[in-house]
């Protein structure tokens, strides 16, 4: 089944910012918008904006997610230490049925 | 507090069977739409199958189609998946997740290995 396309990785210095992306099509995060997960190694992947580019409670402002057609990103603002993970889009796909999630973007943070 | 907590993985040998479940607490059980999605091991998120909430009407993806099934009941607050004949790219961690407008609340996971 056709995924989400995410760059493999980002390498960004600490206290600087990452902009992560995510392209779909018409199907999914252009007509559905995108989720954005955060996954640390041995964890299960934590969601850090719904489709609908808000934040769940708990979930630090240094995280914003935006859209622009069918490419979603995500800005990580005062790189931290502990932001180095993997870090996945998903979407709902219309003509698939079904979730698709982007490759995942494992973001080193130097 | 949200909890979703998935039992029943293991090693299966090739052509065998298995079945997940998932207890959820903490909401409205009967009210999401809840979806499996799994990770082989070292590789990204693929989603599995899902199924609304009164479970009449269920999603799968097209690898698992057939072999797999999905299924809830709502007076225990849990979560199925029953998994047939079973390969070897079968192998990951399954989670149970929620679906509030996104799949927004996960598992932590159970392993499933199938091997000979």
């Known amino acids: 089944q056709a995924g989400l396309t995410q760059p493999p990785s980002v390498s960004k210095g600490l206290r600087q910012t990452a902009t992560l992306t995510c392209t779909g099509n018409s199907n999914n995060v252009g007509n559905q918008g995108a989720a954005w997960l955060q996954q640390h190694q041995g964890h299960p992947p934590k969601l850090l904006s719904y489709?609908?580019?808000d934040r769940p409670s708990g979930i630090s402002d240094r995280f914003s997610a935006s859209r622009s057609g069918n490419t979603a990103s995500l800005t990580i603002t005062g790189l931290q230490p502990e932001d180095e993970a993997d870090y996945y889009c998903?979407?709902?796909?219309?003509?698939?049925?079904?979730?698709?999630f982007g490759g995942g973007t494992k973001l080193t943070v130097l | 507090e949200v909890q979703l907590v998935e039992s029943g993985g293991g090693l299966v040998q090739p052509g065998g069977s298995l079945r997940l479940s998932c207890e959820a607490s903490g909401f409205s059980f009967n009210s999401l739409s809840m979806t499996w999605v799994r990770q082989a091991p070292e590789k990204g998120l693929e989603w599995v199958a899902t199924i609304t909430p009164d479970g009449n009407v269920k999603y799968y993806e097209d690898s698992v189609r057939g072999r797999f099934t999905i299924s809830r009941d709502n007076a225990r607050n849990s979560l199925y998946l029953q998994m047939n004949s079973l390969r070897a790219e079968d192998t990951a961690v399954y989670y149970c997740t929620r679906e509030a407008g996104s799949i927004d609340y996960w598992g932590q996971g159970t392993l499933i290995t199938v091997s000979s």
């Open positions: 998903s979407s709902w796909d219309n003509s698939l049925s079904g979730w698709v």
């Open positions: 489709k609908n580019d």
